[in-house]
C-alpha cells in the first residue's frame, strides 16, 4: 500500500505507511518534559541522490535534550530545515566512522559556534578512533581555530570531547534518557553499533549500519520505534554485479530487516539509510513482509518527524 501522507501541513495528519490507519495529529515542535521525537536528518546512504536524501543523521529529542545519531554529509542544513535551533546539539552519537556518517561533522562543530555562539563543547560519543577523527577536524579547520576566536565566541567553546566506547552497555545517562550501545556487524566498517535510546518509558532502536542482527534484536525488544538501514538492489541485479554482492555483505536486505523489526516486536518500523538502486519503494515493502513483518511499516524520507507516546505519530515535511 502507497503512503498517505496530508502534505498540505508539516502539522497534517499522520498515517502509518503500509497500514493505513490513521494514528493522530503531530504536535509543534515544544520542549515538554516528555517530549520524545525523533527527526530523521538525512536518510541516504554514500551515494548522491536525485531523490534529495541527504546523508545519515538522526535528531532525537527527549525532554529538553537534544541528541545527534551520525553527522553525515548536508546534516546542519537539514537541523536548521528542522525548526531546532542550529546551536542545540550539545551531544553526538557515531554509529560507526564511514565518510558518509561523518562528513558534516566539522559544519556542525564550527558554524554554529561562529553564527549562533554555541557555548560548552561538543560531546562526541563513538567507537575507538573517535578521538583521532576529531583531532583531524580540527586540524582541517586550523585557520577557523586560531583566527576567530573573540569574546563573542571564545576558544573554549570549541572544545570537543570524545568518549570512546567498546562493547554493549549503557554509555549514556542524563535528565531521564538513557542510550545504551550494542555492537552490530557492518563489515569494512567495525567497530560498527546500534543505539538503544530510553525515555519517559518508551524505546527507540537505530540499527545504524548492519546486517541481520540477533543481539539488536535481543536488545530492541518491546520497542515502540526501530529505525533500520536497507539496502534492496534486485536479486537479478546482485547476481551479475559482483560489486553490489560484496555491499549486501554489510547491509541488511528488506527480508532481514523484517526480521529485526518482527523479532523486536516494534510498534513502528522505518527505513533509514535507504539503498533501493534498481528496485521500487513498493518492492521493499514486499520483500518487508517476506522477513515476516506485518505491522506498520514506512520507509523515511528527510525531515520525517515521528512523536513517541501512547501513539506513535508520523508526520512528512512538505515539499
Known sequence: MGKSFDRRSFLG???FAGAGHLVGHASPLNSSTTTFRVTLLGTGGPELSAQGREGAA??????????????????????????????SVETLFLTHLHSDHIAGLPDLWITPWFLSGRKGPLEVYGP??????????????????????????????????AHEFSGDGMIYQQGGVTVTSVPVDHKEGNPAFGFIVEFAG????????CTLSP????????????????????????????????????????????????????????????????????????????????????????????????????TERPH
Open 128 to 161: 575507538a578512533g573517535t578521538e583521532l577523527t576529531l583531532e583531524g577536524m580540527e586540524s582541517f579547520l586550523a585557520s577557523d581555530v586560531r583566527k576567530r576566536p573573540s569574546k563573542f565566541n571564545t576558544a573554549a567553546d570549541l572544545a570537543f570531547r
Open 58 to 87: 538522526t535528531l532525537v529529542q527527549a525532554g529538553d535534550q537534544y541528541l545527534l545519531f551520525d553527522a553525515g554529509r548536508g546534516v546542519l542544513e537539514r537541523l536548521y530545515q528542522s525548526g531546532a535551533p542550529i546551536n
Open 202 to 209: 518508551r524505546k527507540l532502536v537505530l540499527s545504524g549500519d
Open 13 to 15: 495528519l499522520a498515517v
Open 215 to 314: 543481539a539488536l534484536i535481543a536488545a530492541g525488544k518491546g520497542a515502540d520505534l526501530v529505525i533500520h538501514n536497507v539496502y534492496a538492489p534486485s536479486p537479478a541485479l546482485l547476481a551479475q554485479d559482483a560489486n553490489k554482492r560484496q555491499v549486501a555483505e554489510k547491509l541488511a536486505s528488506p527480508e532481514q530487516a523484517g526480521q529485526v523489526f518482527r523479532g523486536t516486536g516494534t510498534r513502528l518500523g522505518v527505513y533509514s539509510h535507504v539503498i533501493l538502486l534498481d528496485s521500487t519503494e513498493r518492492d521493499v515493502m514486499r520483500r518487508t513482509r517476506l522477513g515476516g513483518f506485518n505491522g506498520p511499516l514506512v520507509i523515511g524520507r528527510d525531515l520525517m518527524r515521528i512523536d513517541i507516546g501512547e501513539t506513535v505519530l508520523v
